[in-house]
């Protein structure tokens, strides 16, 4: 087993295209091909599914990618422990987030602060878009964003599954339950922020609503969550829905945060990088996004 080796099935892994990862490591195709195979004739497995329309990873794959990702990260450790002399921090990493990412940053963080202790992590908050574009651009050298939605110039790895809950008037009937039905929130109102704002949110709320049988009635326009929060505490006959992460981080005894009912909400947190100029510490934010042991949460 050799390293370049697991570099090309976490990057096939990462793409699930050949020819695509081929372009990402600047080498032909058939080389990416030819080194996964004879690793998976050393190991005796299968780590992805192959035919003409599609490359998806088997269950042996899925397993062997956190696996082939940590190793990575402990090569990344060995070669910044003779590259960085003693003492003082010798670069910084500038990380796009959001204040609805919650708990779910300060676990990032601690564990990168475990993983790289001379690394300087420059926190930039800014819209979904813009951080994007920042990545894209240079500004950035990676971000935090939701949703699969494509931005010219930037590369999104998925890093963990965001729950969504139910914001609801505490003194609302359905608060006093343990999870609420979509198909029991059909007469009230839905404040979302306009669809240009956040689209992958908007499209999975009104998609659910639908699916459960309803059209969501639009509620007030909305400026900001923390309006809609304080209009809900209030008392207004609406609801919301909030990132689970950033719930647990909300203190208020008048709104009541639920988890929908059955499979839930959710939509995938993404790490956005440049295609081709990742930056250099990228393999110990991926490993420090896998600590925290919340990734579909």
């Not at 080194?35 to 992805?48: A, D, M, P, W």
């Not at 813009?130 to 950035?140: D, E, F, I, K």
């Amino acid at each position: 087993m050799e390293l370049r080796q697991l570099r090309y099935f976490v990057t096939v892994a990462e793409e699930l295209h050949f020819g695509r990862a081929a372009e990402r490591l600047h080498i032909v195709q058939s080389a990416v091909s030819q080194q996964i195979r004879r690793l998976e004739r050393e190991l005796g497995v299968e780590f992805f599914d192959r035919s003409p329309r599609h490359v998806r990873l088997t269950p042996a794959g899925e397993r062997f990618l956190p696996e082939a990702r940590s190793v990575l990260a402990a090569e990344a450790r060995a070669r910044a422990s003779v590259a960085e002399p003693p003492g003082g921090r010798t670069a910084t990493l500038r990380l796009g987030t959001s204040t609805g990412l919650g708990d779910h940053l300060d676990r990032v963080l601690e564990a990168l602060a475990r993983l790289a202790p001379r690394l300087a992590v420059e926190l930039v908050s800014a819209p979904a878009r813009s951080r994007m574009g920042q990545v894209a651009a240079g500004g950035l050298d990676a971000a935090f964003v939701r949703g699969l939605d494509e931005h010219p110039g930037v590369r999104l790895i998925p890093v963990w599954q965001d729950q969504l809950v139910v914001a609801l008037p505490a003194r609302h009937p359905l608060a006093a339950a343990d999870d609420v039905a979509l198909k029991d929130l059909a007469t009230l109102p839905l404040r979302l922020t306009a669809r240009r704002n956040n689209p992958p949110l908007v499209d999975l709320v009104v998609t659910a609503c639908r699916d459960a049988g309803f059209e969501p009635v639009p509620g007030p326009p909305t400026h900001s969550l923390q309006d809609t929060l304080a209009a809900i505490g209030a008392g207004a006959g609406v609801w919301t829905v909030v990132y689970a992460s950033h719930a647990r981080s909300l203190l208020t005894r008048r709104v009541a945060f639920l988890p929908v009912r059955g499979s839930g909400l959710s939509l995938p947190a993404v790490l956005a990088v440049h295609p081709t100029a990742p930056p250099a510490h990228l393999d110990l934010l991926l490993e420090a996004c896998a600590d925290t042991g919340d990734h579909h949460s």
